[in-house]
């Protein structure tokens, strides 16, 4: 008995089942472990194999579908930023004129919109040659600088520079020992779209150029604000 016992335990653990009957033992194959036969890979290693590669090639395509989508929104915002950039672009620089000989303009009874005629640039047509007036074509910080000069004995250099008829600096050389008179003044200033940035020849003075360009008014966007 007890070595029958034995015998069924160890059948147990081989996967068999042993029924004992009246003619003997009986034995059944015991039926396949539910969780495994469900497997679709063991039943199917090939359509399986093919089931996971497919799985994971859509995987890999959403992945790429959603970087190109995101790199293509970068790429038009970046695109957008340098358009903007491009026609922004604001950069003038005359003087007062070409000649051969020394022309001055001045002293004049009041103050008095210098009329650069030597145009170096005027990228952006922001600077008017017919009024001296240079026009803001956009909202942002500007550069400008300037430079006069005279040499007529007993009349001294001064001049303004102004946004909206508002002096910014005030360019000053009065009479002394030589006939020479210059000075300079670089600003950055704010401006606002179609703020009117001028040099403005003040009262009883005067200014003289030729093709040395003596006196040379420039101004350029640094960067646009909106
Ligand atoms: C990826 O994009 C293509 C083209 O637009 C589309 O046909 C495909 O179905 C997309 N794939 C997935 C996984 O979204």
Same mark, same amino acid.
């Given at each position: 008995m007890r070595a029958l016992v034995l015998l069924y335990l160890l059948h147990a653990v081989f996967g068999q089942v042993t029924k004992?009957?009246?003619? #003997?033992?009986?034995?059944?194959? !015991? %039926?396949? +472990?539910? @969780?495994?036969?469900? @497997? @679709?890979?063991? &039943? +199917?290693?090939?359509?399986? #194999?093919?089931?996971?590669? =497919?799985k994971n090639i859509n995987y890999m395509e959403m992945y790429f579908n959603q970087s190109i989508v995101e790199m293509k929104n970068q790429l038009m915002t &970046?695109?957008? %930023?340098?358009? +903007?950039? !491009?026609?922004?672009?604001? &950069?003038?620089?005359?003087a007062l004129n070409n000649q051969?000989?020394?022309?001055? /303009?001045?002293? $004049? *009874?009041? +103050?008095t919109v210098i009329i650069y005629k030597? $145009?170096?640039? *005027?990228l952006g047509n922001g600077y008017n040659v017919q009024t001296g007036v240079f026009t803001a074509p956009r909202s942002g910080v500007y550069s400008? %600088? $300037?430079? /006069?000069?005279?040499? =007529? %004995?007993?009349? &001294?250099?001064?001049?303004?520079?102004?946004?909206? #008829?508002i002096a910014v600096a005030r360019l000053n050389d009065q009479i002394g020992q030589d006939p020479e008179d210059s000075n300079s003044a670089v600003a950055a200033v704010k401006l606002n779209a179609g703020d009117k940035v001028t040099m403005n020849l003040l009262k009883n003075c005067l200014i003289c150029d030729d093709f040395n360009h003596?006196?040379?008014?420039? #101004?350029?966007?640094l960067y646009a604000t909106n």
């Open positions: 004992y009957s009246w003619y #003997g033992p009986v034995q059944e194959v !015991r %039926a396949p +472990d539910p @969780a495994l036969s469900s @497997a @679709a890979c063991l &039943a +199917d290693q090939t359509s399986c #194999g093919c089931c996971l590669m =497919k &970046a695109q957008t %930023a340098l358009n +903007d950039m !491009r026609a922004s672009r604001s &950069a003038f620089s005359v051969v000989f020394l022309t001055c /303009i001045g002293p $004049v *009874n009041s +103050d030597h $145009v170096f640039l *005027n400008l %600088a $300037v430079t /006069i000069y005279g040499n =007529k %004995a007993n009349l &001294a250099s001064c001049a303004s520079l102004q946004v909206n #008829g003596f006196n040379t008014f420039t #101004g350029f966007l």
